[in-house]
């Protein structure tokens, strides 16, 4: 069985860095350091998205 894990980068760069370096790596998504909120919505997205795929 081939595990799945998604990567979520949390981070203060600039969103357009962020952006470009999304789009040239394996990372599935990212969220601006500060945004609490955001990155705990997205860590329950991926956990929900986990449980339906297995």
């Not at 394996?26 to 339906?52: E, H, M, P, T, W």
Request: zero cysteines; glycine letters at 2%.
């Amino acid at each position: 069985m081939k595990l799945k894990i998604p990567v979520v980068f949390y981070s203060s760069l600039e969103k357009d860095y962020l952006r470009n370096f999304l789009l040239h790596s394996n990372v599935n998504d990212l969220i601006n350091k500060g945004d609490i909120f955001q990155l705990y919505k997205k860590i329950a997205k991926y956990i929900k998205i986990s449980r339906l795929q297995n």
